[in-house]
């Protein structure tokens, strides 16, 4: 493969001014490469062409990515994975661009905010409490299978008013879905497969609550039954479906990456599990850092949606571009400390949940899953280890990583 810093003839049908080279994200790759490689390609320049697939643009720097994300009105959520201009999924409503945009998301703001959360809280600690509790005995774990992704599961569901007995019919789904959703070819067919099994699920669910007398409390498909599109008609099936479908797949894969990082730093830094452990009021400023500095979100797309130009590069319309994020979180112009993981970091303006108006809807729920997380694991397991010397390998950075194994070890709690 040729490297980033070396410039080759572009393939695509016009002049490109900047380095060129061609690479799958998708790969495969051990523990930390693709952070590497973020920090490579930022400190050799802001701006790249990759010609795999149909050829986008990757800039790398903070101010850039920042750009990307404050203006949608150029940058179209239409798509967000670069190699794929025309998916074959539409998230709402991820991939509505203003203004219909925040029309959706009033429909779902209330079910994730700040006070909603102060109310499922109970509920998620239970769930996380009665996890670590059956783990703990065991005297180890492979983690990210075991655990990172079981808890969010059931607590998104939990939250959605879905019956945890469900939760197993979801891990798999959501586990076929991403291995294709981040370029890998031979993914894509259960990418497919999955993505129906999971719009089938709430095909049924919402025709079995069309009967309800009412609607049930708590329960966010029934709620959508009834729900309005800025107030001038009832949403249609396909928006709800649309809708919840979205909301499955960003709720449950990306905690589990982000609770797998954050749990292997700890396992890795006894000194920083130890200050958690007497100074427990920086469990969410070192959440925060885990965001910035361990993010699990390699890149996010955007397509162009006129001719222009931007921070070095000739843009045409139907163009795809990239902002590295894993590169603008750690850029050492805007953080001191950049490549350091500082647990109690005061200013951390990071892209862990994007920006601008597409800024994750679950970020609340998000940054509440991981604290209780490591409130209730230092509790009963303050120390803790990584239980193997082998190279721990993490899914393609093609949108996003996370650990494919994370085998941790402790004194077994009675």
């Known amino acids: 493969m040729t490297t980033a810093s070396e410039s080759i003839e572009a393939t695509v049908d016009r002049e490109v001014r900047c380095p060129v080279f061609h690479q799958d994200f998708s790969e495969e790759k051990p523990l930390g490469s693709y952070w590497a490689l973020a920090d490579?390609?930022?400190?050799?320049?802001?701006?790249?062409?990759?010609?795999?697939?149909?050829?986008y643009w990757i800039?790398?720097?903070?101010?850039?990515?920042?750009?990307?994300?404050?203006?949608?009105?150029?940058?179209?959520?239409?798509?967000?994975?670069?190699?794929?201009?025309?998916?074959?999924?539409?998230?709402?409503?991820?991939q509505i661009d203003p203004p219909k945009h925040i029309k959706y998301r009033r429909i779902l703001n209330p079910w994730f905010s700040p006070r909603q959360m102060d109310a499922a809280e109970p509920m998620i600690r239970s769930i996380c409490r009665r996890l670590v509790e059956e783990t703990a005995p065991l005297g180890r774990s492979n983690f990210v299978q075991e655990f990172a992704l079981r808890y969010p599961t059931e607590a998104f569901l939990g939250v959605i008013g879905v019956d945890l007995a469900h939760a197993d019919r979801f891990l798999v789904w959501v586990e076929d879905f991403f291995r294709?959703?981040?370029?890998?070819?031979?993914?894509?067919?259960?990418?497919?497969?999955?993505?129906?099994?999971?719009?089938?699920?709430?095909v049924d669910a919402l025709a079995e609550r069309r009967n309800d007398p009412a609607p049930r409390e708590g329960d966010l498909a029934s709620y959508l039954l009834g729900a309005d599109y800025d107030e001038e008609r009832p949403l249609t099936d396909e928006e709800r479906l649309d809708m919840l479908t979205v909301l499955v797949l960003a709720g449950l894969d990306t905690t589990r990456a982000q609770l797998g990082y954050m749990f292997r730093h700890l396992a890795m830094h006894p000194e920083d599990r130890r200050r958690l452990l007497d100074e427990p009021e920086l469990i969410p400023s070192a959440v925060e850092e885990v965001l910035r500095f361990y993010t699990m979100i390699f890149g996010d797309g955007r397509k162009v949606t006129r001719d222009l130009e931007f921070h070095g590069a000739q843009l045409r319309k139907g163009d795809m571009v990239y902002g590295l994020v894993s590169a603008a979180n750690r850029d050492p112009r805007v953080y001191e400390r950049a490549n350091e993981y500082v647990i109690d970091r005061k200013k951390n303006h990071h892209f862990g949940f994007a920006s601008g108006p597409h800024r994750c809807l679950g970020l609340h729920l998000a940054r509440r899953e991981m604290q209780v997380a490591v409130e209730e694991w230092l509790r009963v397991i303050p120390d803790f280890w990584l239980a193997t010397d082998s190279v721990i390998m993490e899914r393609g950075g093609g949108a996003m990583t996370a650990p494919l194994d994370m085998p941790?070890?402790?004194?077994p709690v009675a």
Do not use: C, H
Request: glycine share 8%; charged share 25%.
């Open 59 to 94: 800039f790398t720097r903070y101010d850039a990515v920042r750009d990307i994300y404050k203006n949608p009105e150029i940058f179209s959520s239409e798509s967000i994975t670069p190699w794929d201009p025309e998916p074959i999924y539409r998230f709402v409503p991820t």
């Open 180 to 202: 294709g959703f981040g370029g890998d070819v031979e993914g894509q067919q259960g990418m497919a497969d999955a993505l129906q099994s999971i719009r089938q699920y709430w």
């Open 40 to 55: 490579r390609l930022r400190e050799q320049g802001p701006l790249y062409f990759n010609s795999f697939a149909q050829g």
């Open 408 to 411: 941790l070890e402790w004194e």
